[in-house]
T-cell receptor, first 110, second 111 residues
Framework: GAGVSQSPSNKVTEKGKDVELRCDPI?????LYWYRQSLGQGLEFLIY????????KSGLPSDRFSAERTGGSVSTLTIQRTQQEDSAVYLC????????FGPGTRLLVL | EDQVTQSPEALRLQEGESSSLNCSYT??????LFWYRQDPGKGPEFLFT???AGEEKEKERLKATLTKKESFLHITAPKPEDSATYLC????????????FGPGTSLSVIP
């Protein structure tokens, strides 16, 4: 595709439910990143995938957060037992030499 | 610990009033410094990559410069459409290509 795409664009869920966020990176990009951006805050690194290497999970805030990248392409970020503090914009980026971002998924946990 | 800071936190300019945004970093082995623009409700949009001290990049009214400790984003004769949050990020020389973002500078250009 022409750019990084993410789905859904918006997600409203109830506290305690699980959510899955999807990222389709730019074709050919081997690196994929997930970030979280809370209202008025900077980007918080969550997880990084590079090719077939083990992902860098050092930014995941708790064990309720996990991510997969299937076939070196599409990635899914899963948040289990969502809490209100999980409400944020979740941004995905892929890179060759430069990082390009998707539009984000706006998650609201009620 | 690798760290990126930006100043000011917010900047309000009159149309045509030139100014500069600062990005200061402390990292071990800088591999690249990036500037992004982010409009409300959208993902960051790539502007520039700088790799070594002394390097400069220009795009329309924007010019980015890099030293060993900081980068500046100079905005010449800004227009209201330049209003956005400007993010700085660095990629450090680790085994992983982790990119560390600063908190951003919110720029408002008043007509």
């Amino acid at each position: 595709g022409a750019g990084v795409s993410q789905s859904p664009s918006n997600k409203v869920t109830e506290k305690g439910k699980d959510v899955e966020l999807r990222c389709d990176p730019i074709s050919g990009h081997t690196a994929l990143y997930w970030y979280r951006q809370s209202l008025g805050q900077g980007l918080e690194f969550l997880i990084y995938f590079q090719g077939n290497s083990a992902p860098d999970k050092s930014g995941l805030p708790s064990d309720r957060f996990s991510a997969e990248r299937t076939g070196g392409s599409v990635s899914t970020l899963t948040i289990q037992r969502t809490q209100q503090e999980d409400s944020a914009v979740y941004l995905c980026a892929s890179s060759g030499e430069t990082q390009y971002f998707g539009p984000g998924t706006r998650l609201l946990v009620l | 610990e690798d760290q990126v800071t930006q100043s000011p936190e917010a900047l309000r300019l009159q149309e045509g009033e030139s100014s500069s945004l600062n990005c200061s970093y402390t990292v071990s082995g800088l591999r690249g410094l990036f500037w992004y623009r982010q409009d409300p409700g959208k993902g960051p949009e790539f502007l520039f990559t700088l790799y070594s001290a002394g390097e400069e990049k220009e795009k329309e009214r924007l010019k980015a410069t890099l030293t060993k400790k900081e980068s500046f984003l100079h905005i010449t004769a800004p227009k209201p459409e330049d209003s956005a949050t400007y993010l700085c990020a660095v990629q450090a020389g680790t085994s992983y290509d982790k990119v560390i973002f600063g908190p951003g500078t919110s720029l408002s250009v008043i007509p």
